[in-house]
C-alpha cells in the first residue's frame, strides 16, 4: 500500500542556521523558507535526488512542534511521510487492523496541497507516520 | 556533497511484530530478518520505491541501541543515512565545518558492506547523521 517516501521532517530550533548546515557542510540544495499557518511552522526542504527532508521551525508558541522543542531543545527526526494512492482507502484499511488516526480522521491539507493523515505514534514503534494521497 | 537517502532506521522493540505491521496494514515489502553482530542489532528492509527503512532491534543487552530503547520502551526514530560518493572527502569537509564525526573517523563498515561514518546528533539539530560511500 504505501509508495515513495515522500519526506523525512525534522524539528530544528533556528531554521536558517539549519538550513545553512544542510546547504554548506553537507552540500545539499535547499528551498527558501515558507510560512505553512495551518500546520503551525516554517518550512525548508532539502531536495535530495530520490526524497526530500522538510526541515521546521514553529510559527509560534501555539505551534504543534512547540511542545517538540521543548522537550528536544536541539531538535530531532519528527515524523515520515509514505505516498498512498488513495488516502481513505489507506485509512481505512489501517482503521481495520486497529492502527489509530490523528484527529477525526478526515485528511487535512499538507505541505505540498494534497490530503494528509497522520498515524498514532504508539502504533508504529514510536514513529509518527504521516500518509500524503499523491 | 549528500546524494541520494539510503535509508531511515528506526528502532523497534519486536521485530518480528514490527515487520508484520509494515507487511500487513502498511502493505510494503519486508526483507528476511538479518542479524548484524558487528552493530549489535538485527534488522528489516522495507523496500520502498525510492528507498528503504531500516527496522531493527537490539541483537542483547550491550547493542548500541538497547539504550534507545530503555529510554524509549516504544521505539522511535534513530538515523538517516546519506550516500556520498567519497566518505574520507565527506568527513574531511564536514570536519573542517566544526561538525564532530563519532568514533576515531575511521569508516567501519556498514549493513550493505559498505564504508559509514556516523555524526553528532548535536551537530545536526538532534537528528543522527549516517554517511555511506557508495
Known sequence: MIGRLNHVAIVVPDLAAAAARYSGPLG???SAP???????????????PNTKIELMEPLDDGSP??????KSPSGG???VCYEVDDIAAARDRLVASGARVLGDGTP???AHGKP????????FDGCLIEIEQV
Open 77 to 79: 527526526m519528527h515524523h
Open 34 to 48: 515558507q510560512a505553512l499557518p495551518d500546520h503551525g511552522v516554517r518550512v525548508v526542504f532539502v531536495e535530495l
Open 116 to 123: 494528509v493523515l497522520f498515524l498514532h505514534p504508539k502504533d
Open 65 to 70: 512542534v512547540a511542545g517538540f522543542l521543548a
Open 108 to 110: 487535512k491539507t499538507g
Open 28 to 30: 545539499a540544495t535547499v
